[in-house]
């Protein structure tokens, strides 16, 4: 999970990858937007989101990790 100290990090940049992925999903979730726009989001993506209004839009090159969250998918240039 995301520590909370994470969010008042001094420098991020000596973060490793996922903690810096972490940190930059729930500095964007504290806004509580409307939409969220996520790259290659983490397998925990549901627990993250759990009971939140928004629209997602998932990028990933596995989608058959997030089933639950596709409603629309865009393979090879073609909708399905």
Same mark, same amino acid.
């Given at each position: 999970g995301l520590s909370p100290s994470l969010l008042d990090h001094p420098d991020p940049h000596q973060l490793c990858v996922s903690e810096q992925k972490a940190l930059n *999903?729930? /500095? !964007? *979730?504290l806004r509580k937007p409307d939409l969220l726009l996520i790259d290659e989001p983490p397998p925990s993506l549901d627990r993250v989101i759990a009971g939140l209004d928004m629209a997602l839009m998932i990028v990933t090159? /596995?989608?058959? !990790? =997030?089933?639950? =969250? !596709?409603?629309l998918t865009v393979s090879h240039g073609r909708l399905r």
């Open positions: *999903l729930a /500095r !964007a *979730l090159h /596995r989608p058959e !990790a =997030f089933p639950e =969250f !596709a409603t």
